[in-house]
């Protein structure tokens, strides 16, 4: 659970700034992305795209929450959110992005917080 509070709490800190800041933060991004081709989808992304990975980080840090109170909503409000999380770049950028890593990891978070169900009330 720290290692997803960690993680999706910086995503939802990060994506909330995009969006608040939404033209000044694209302008930054095309300074750091400028040598990273791979990465240059990331720029035409709409302000939509950031404020929903917001929501779906936020997400997941609840449902991490929930889980560290051992209450088994916050598996599944976690598992969703991933789920949905993997699903929205391919609805905004198309085949664009390579998600492999971000499938790998989100199976191994999953099956590691499954393991752990039976003690969750």
Not at 50 to 73: D, E, P, Q
């Amino acid at each position: 659970c720290i290692l997803t509070f960690i993680g999706s709490g910086i995503s939802a800190v990060g994506f909330l700034s995009v969006s608040v800041y939404f033209e000044a933060s694209i302008e930054m991004l095309k300074v750091f992305y400028a040598d990273m081709p791979e990465a240059s989808f990331m720029l035409e992304a709409p302000r939509e795209f950031f404020i929903i990975s917001c929501l779906l980080s936020t997400l997941s840090v609840l449902g991490a929450l929930f889980m560290w109170n051992l209450r088994k909503i916050g598996f599944h409000i976690y598992t969703l959110a991933q789920l949905i999380y993997l699903v929205v770049p391919f609805l905004y950028f198309g085949g664009d992005s390579n998600p492999m890593l971000s499938i790998i990891l989100t199976a191994l978070f999953v099956y590691l917080y499954a393991r752990n169900l039976p003690q969750m009330r």
